[in-house]
């Protein structure tokens, strides 16, 4: 019976350590998705950075969170539906973020290149009169 009651003791150690794990892991999505949504411009390297960091802090609660299943699934399996709901909502709201700052700085970067093209390198054609042999300039032009 000891021998029972400390296994069992070491899988409640095991679970506690886990969901406390877990719990580290979703305290920091909050802070991400509370950092993402703020109501002030958004520097788009940070958001570029912060959604690589996004992503493994997701791959560290699902491994958490995937030994809680194998342990007790009945006990655990609406927390990762909550959670994966929370991350792909905000992984979505993010990569629309980037995409539009992307498409903005494309757009602008076409446009200054095409206000930026020099006058120099455009040839227009020479455009003379010509001359009759009589030395009068006559109405025909030539060009070249």
């Given at each position: 019976m000891s021998e029972d009651n400390s296994k069992s003791s070491e899988v409640d150690?095991?679970?506690r350590t886990l969901i406390k794990n877990r719990g580290i892991v979703?305290?920091?999505?909050?802070?991400m998705e509370n950092w993402f949504k703020q109501d002030k411009p958004l520097d788009i390297?940070?958001?570029?950075l912060r959604l690589e960091q996004l992503m493994q802090i997701f791959k560290d609660y699902d491994n958490f969170h995937t030994e809680l299943e194998v342990m007790d699934y009945e006990s655990h399996?609406?927390?990762r539906e909550i959670m994966e709901d929370k991350y792909f909502d905000l992984i979505s709201f993010v990569t629309k973020i980037v995409n539009q700052s992307e498409d903005t700085q494309q757009s602008n970067s076409s446009t200054d290149n095409r206000s930026t093209i020099s006058h120099s390198s455009i040839k227009l054609p020479e455009?003379?009169?010509?001359i009759s042999n009589t030395g009068q300039a006559s109405s025909n032009y030539l060009l070249h």
């Open positions: 150690d095991e679970v979703k305290a920091k999505m909050t802070r390297v940070q958001c570029k399996h609406q927390d455009i003379s009169r010509a």
